[in-house]
């Protein structure tokens, strides 16, 4: 009777050995030229695609790039770290991408790995080469291919997650129960919720954990993004093991403007929550019905944190996320009607609010709350309660005033615009807040009288 263990009677497939792909050890790859003649050469790594399909990384003109087009075919072989086990991947070429999110994926891989190793200014990536996997086999067939031990069991946490999020009844228990879950349930400690504007035109944060500034409001052009960036505007996740400038974002002209003394050019900026020097970073775009809607940014100080099983993970949990964010938001912006009038603070200290009609920026007693769309809702709510007296307001009320506040007709992202002003106004701690006080209905509490200027 055979004693080989169930696991390995089956036959061996490409999800078996993708993390192998990662360039610990360097995959080994062997073209042969029309006059029988090997070539062997050692990639950075090699991407996983599907079962069917890795991707290699076309770095060099050289003896190698002629052999593939010549004759299509390679041997790739790979080992683990762990237990010296190979194996053998015989690979049809297929084709070369030099755009698109294939290419976007290995060029951030590259940029990680020749950072690390000092050859940034070497290692050029000129295309992705496409593969299809027509077999593979272990080297040594006794040996099995051990697993390695994960830092939390993912599937039981995104389980768990899941299950929080599916339960959350208003905008402000998803984002708690996502952000807490990442942490407890997935042992992940840094973390940002980027959201696209109304425009499509940048990216402001919604959420963080991990940070000494949370950032809620933070802006940032799309351009400017780095990492979030590239995988919300290829659609696929984007993961880097090691630290690159290449993928860094906002920290760099931040720090030079410190530098330079230009502390006002800071003054009506939120600051960028996030990692001086990750080791490790993924980004997953959040969709929902069909369209990206932000991107979920994590961290870490320590090289190769994630894996292709925490890409898997967050793409699903991150779904969820972005089609509860949706839904969620439809639900507060029921025609509710306006709270009864109470009664606004007639004493402690008066807060001062400037109101620059220009970009909607905001200052409470001259310190910067912030701009945008939340800076002209946050500019009405208190010119309507110091008119008033009223502190309670409703969603459709606001909706109503749609073209003074700028919000768009197509996707105004009203409800989550208040859950950001709600946590901005928590952190900065002013005397101002937004409470939420009915399906609908808000409300603005101050600790003292309010004033308003209009600067310009």
């Not at 010549?70 to 194996?87: F, H, I, K, N, Q």
């Not at 230009?262 to 997953?284: H, K």
């Not at 701690?429 to 409300?443: A, P, T, V």
Request: glycine share 8%; hydrophobic share 40%.
């Amino acid at each position: 009777m055979s004693t080989t263990p169930q696991t390995e009677r089956r036959a061996l497939k490409l999800r078996d050995v993708r993390r192998l792909l990662e360039g610990v050890i360097p995959p080994a790859m062997c073209s042969v030229g029309t006059d029988g003649m090997p070539h062997v050469n050692y990639l950075s790594h090699a991407e996983y695609i599907d079962e069917e399909h890795v991707a290699l990384t076309y770095q060099f003109l050289n003896r190698a790039r002629a052999n593939i087009l010549a004759t299509g075919r390679v041997a790739l072989s790979v080992e683990d770290p762990m237990s010296g086990v190979s194996v053998l991947l015989q690979l049809r070429y297929l084709r070369t991408d030099t755009v698109g999110p294939v290419y976007e994926r290995l060029r951030a891989k590259l940029a990680g790995i020749a950072a690390q190793t000092g050859m940034e200014r070497v290692f050029h990536l000129r295309g992705a080469d496409l593969y299809r996997v027509e077999s593979l086999r272990k080297l040594d067939p006794v040996r099995p291919l051990p697993g390695m031990a994960p830092r939390c069991d993912l599937a039981a946490g995104v389980r768990r997650l899941s299950e929080q999020l599916a339960e959350a009844a208003d905008l402000r228990s998803l984002l708690n129960a996502f952000t807490q879950g990442l942490q407890q349930d997935l042992c992940i400690s840094h973390a940002i919720v980027w959201l696209l504007d109304e425009h499509g035109q940048g990216l402001f944060t919604l959420a963080s954990i991990g940070y000494e500034q949370a950032g809620s409001g933070a802006e940032l052009p799309l351009a400017e993004a780095g990492l979030a960036g590239v995988a919300l505007r290829e659609n696929v996740p984007i993961r880097i093991g090691h630290m690159s400038q290449m993928y860094s974002y906002g920290m760099s002209w931040r720090a030079k403007a410190e530098q330079l003394g230009l502390q006002a050019a800071m003054a009506d900026t939120i600051p960028l929550p996030g990692l001086a020097a990750p080791r490790s970073q993924l980004a997953v775009p959040l969709r929902a019905r069909g369209r990206s809607v932000g991107a979920l940014l994590v961290e870490s100080e320590n090289d190769q944190f994630f894996s292709y099983d925490d890409e898997d993970a967050l793409t699903a949990i991150g779904a969820q996320l972005a089609q509860g964010l949706a839904a969620l938001h439809k639900a507060e912006l029921i025609d509710a009607p306006a709270p009864p009038t109470e009664r606004t603070p007639t004493s402690g200290a008066a807060l001062r609010i400037r109101h620059y009609p220009r970009d909607h920026s905001v200052f409470v007693n001259d310190q910067y709350l912030i701009k945008g769309v939340a800076g002209a809702i946050i500019a009405k709510l208190v010119r309507d309660q110091i008119a008033s007296g009223r502190a309670g307001f409703s969603t459709r009320e606001l909706r109503l005033a749609g073209d003074d506040l700028r919000l768009p007709e197509v996707q105004d992202n009203l409800g989550v615009r208040l859950l950001l002003l709600e946590r901005r106004l928590a952190e900065r701690d002013f005397g101002l807040r937004i409470e939420r006080s009915g399906r609908g209905q808000y409300r603005l509490s101050a600790s003292g009288p309010l004033e308003i200027v209009a600067a310009d």
